[in-house]
């Protein structure tokens, strides 16, 4: 493989890993919002 085709394989790789990561923090948030609302008892 040429070097730009290289840097850009890890470059795709780099961002599908930090939108993975983003993705996990923001489930990990909301989770923990519901989680709160539930023990509460704030169902609605």
């Known amino acids: 493989m040429c070097p730009f085709c290289i840097s ?3 470059w795709i790789a780099a961002g599908v890993a930090s939108a993975g990561g983003a993705s996990a ?4 948030i909301w989770n923990s919002k519901t ?3 539930e023990v509460n008892g704030d169902n609605e």
Do not use: E, N, P, S
């Not at 923090?25 to 990990?28: D, E, N, Q, S």
């Open 8 to 10: 850009t394989a890890v």
């Open 25 to 28: 923090l923001a489930v990990k």
């Open 35 to 37: 989680h709160k609302q």
